[in-house]
């Protein structure tokens, strides 16, 4: 028996926050980008296609509502916020870890957002070239193109800060 559409979602929930929290360089705002995508998710599960990967129709949507609310905040001049240095503080042995964690972090957000985006899709959420160009909507070339420049930013932007 195959899983339920809900059991697929929820599945796939965890890869989802990490792309979001990715997307949009700050925790909270990932996760708030992660419940917008898993309310449209629901509101039109009739769209999606029955044995074709949820987790690819759910990341496209999830960038579909990022590119949308990066316009908006385009439109009115916001931008996201930076994590406070304040959080990377922690007493469990793993604050080295922690900051070099954050260093990424921040380097990610530095990236040009279709860099980030393919550096995401393919280092961090192991999808093939080809699955992370169907989810941008993309040439499989250019997708190989923005991960090559955003792997090379990221590595340079990582050397500097050392």
Same mark, same amino acid.
Request: hydrophobic content about 45%; glycine content about 6%; overall charge negative.
């Given at each position: 028996?195959?899983?339920?559409? #809900?059991? $697929?979602?929820?599945?796939?929930? !965890?890869?989802?926050?990490?792309?979001? =929290?990715? @997307? =949009?360089?700050?925790?909270?705002?990932?996760?708030? @980008?992660?419940?917008?995508?898993?309310?449209?998710?629901?509101?039109?599960?009739?769209?999606?296609?029955?044995?074709?990967?949820?987790?690819?129709?759910?990341?496209?949507?999830?960038? /579909?509502?990022?590119?949308? #609310? $990066?316009?908006?905040?385009?439109?009115? /001049?916001?931008?996201?916020? *930076?994590? &406070? =240095?304040?959080?990377?503080?922690?007493?469990?042995?793993?604050?080295?870890?922690?900051? #070099?964690?954050?260093?990424?972090?921040?380097? @990610?957000?530095?990236?040009? !957002? #279709?860099?980030?985006?393919? *550096?995401?899709?393919?280092?961090? &959420?192991?999808?093939?070239?080809? &699955?992370?160009? &169907?989810?941008?909507?993309?040439?499989?070339?250019?997708?190989?193109?923005? @991960?090559?420049?955003?792997?090379?930013?990221?590595? =340079?932007?990582?050397?500097?800060?050392?």
């Amino acid at each position: 028996m195959h899983p339920t559409f #809900e059991q $697929q979602a929820l599945d796939a929930l !965890p890869r989802l926050r990490r792309f979001a =929290a990715g @997307l =949009a360089g700050h925790p909270a705002d990932g996760d708030d @980008l992660c419940q917008m995508t898993i309310e449209r998710a629901l509101a039109n599960r009739d769209k999606f296609q029955a044995g074709t990967r949820i987790d690819s129709w759910m990341y496209r949507i999830m960038r /579909n509502i990022w590119i949308d #609310e $990066q316009r908006a905040r385009n439109r009115r /001049n916001q931008t996201f916020v *930076v994590d &406070e =240095a304040g959080l990377l503080v922690g007493t469990d042995g793993a604050q080295e870890a922690q900051v #070099e964690l954050a260093n990424v972090d921040r380097a @990610l957000a530095m990236l040009p !957002p #279709e860099q980030r985006e393919a *550096v995401l899709l393919v280092m961090v &959420e192991g999808f093939s070239y080809r &699955e992370a160009a &169907e989810i941008v909507n993309c040439p499989v070339g250019t997708l190989n193109s923005r @991960l090559v420049r955003g792997r090379d930013a990221l590595l =340079a932007i990582l050397e500097q800060s050392a």
